[in-house]
């Protein structure tokens, strides 16, 4: 089964795309995730997405399609995808019918998750994560049970998404919804 997770930043397509990855043969391909970790290893690819990632802007076609092309040859044989954050525009979608078709692959489903965009710009300015082992926070609905200490590894360092500040976030949801 191959499916496509469509929906707003903060929706919750990352933390959806997990559950059914763990419930299921499913392989996920976030291109958040993929750019997030060429940043941080400072690849070219990392170098000249990571400018435009901090405006919220989005990343030329070419390089986000190269990347999960890429990535779809990884996978286990016979694993499905759950595409989580792609595609995001038409030429994407136009690449992802191409890359399937080569591998005698179809979309079986796509997931449209909707949420409001004010809830949205609330839930993503509140979030962290464990930097440890990367289970999720909120400052409100989901604080740690121990003020600094994460519930589920006790680990005790934080990180919080460079893009997930409110006047980022905005120009990501005008990006979502053009
Ligand atoms: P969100 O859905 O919360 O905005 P992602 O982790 O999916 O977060 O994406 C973070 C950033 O990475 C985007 O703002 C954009 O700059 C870049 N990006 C991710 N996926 C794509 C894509 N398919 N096409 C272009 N840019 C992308």
Known sequence: MNLVLL????????????????????????????????????TELGRKAGDIMERGALVPDDLVIKLIAERMDEGGEGRGYILDGFPRTIAQAEALDRLLAERHKRLDRVIVMEVDDEALVERITGRFACADCGEGYHDIYKPTKVPGVCDRCGGTQFVRRRDDNEEVVRARLKAYHA
């Open 7 to 42: 929906g707003p930043p903060g929706a919750g397509k990352g933390t959806q795309a997990k559950l059914l990855e763990d419930g299921h043969a499913l392989t996920k391909l976030s291109t958040g995730d993929m750019l997030r970790a060429a940043v941080a290893a400072g």
